[in-house]
């Protein structure tokens, strides 16, 4: 499955942006869905997971209550709407697919299978 992640850009501190993940040809639906980031000089972290039916997420401690994510799948759609920004949010954001027959989440980078370019986020303050 080819992942385009998109909806990045220059942002103020305490805005917003909308982050969408696209599946091109492949259904998203068997997949569950997560977002990372990855800051200059550090390592690619956790930002946000969903099941395949959406009915379970899990947010990263340090943007829960400001970022949520969220999926269409009759859209092969997966969003991230984040708010309230802050500069330590900066990062390329990437979304990721994690091919499962359950309904689970997962937050490990070494358990997705297919991962998207990454979209730049930066937050000026």
């Known amino acids: 499955v080819q992942l385009q992640a998109s909806g990045g850009g220059l942002v103020q501190a305490g805005g917003s942006l909308r982050l969408s993940c696209a599946s091109s040809g492949r259904t998203l639906n068997m997949y569950g869905m997560g977002w990372f980031r990855q800051a200059p000089g550090k390592e690619r972290e956790f930002v946000a997971a969903?099941?395949?039916?959406?009915?379970?997420?899990s947010h990263a401690d340090s943007v829960k209550d400001r970022f949520t994510i969220s999926r269409d799948n009759a859209k092969n759609t997966v969003y991230l709407q984040m708010d309230s920004l802050k500069p330590e949010d900066t990062a390329v954001y990437y979304c990721a697919a994690d091919l499962q027959l359950g309904d689970r989440i997962t937050t490990t980078t070494t358990l997705y299978d297919y991962w998207g370019q990454g979209t730049q986020v930066t937050v000026s303050s």
């Open positions: 969903i099941s395949r039916s959406g009915g379970v997420t």
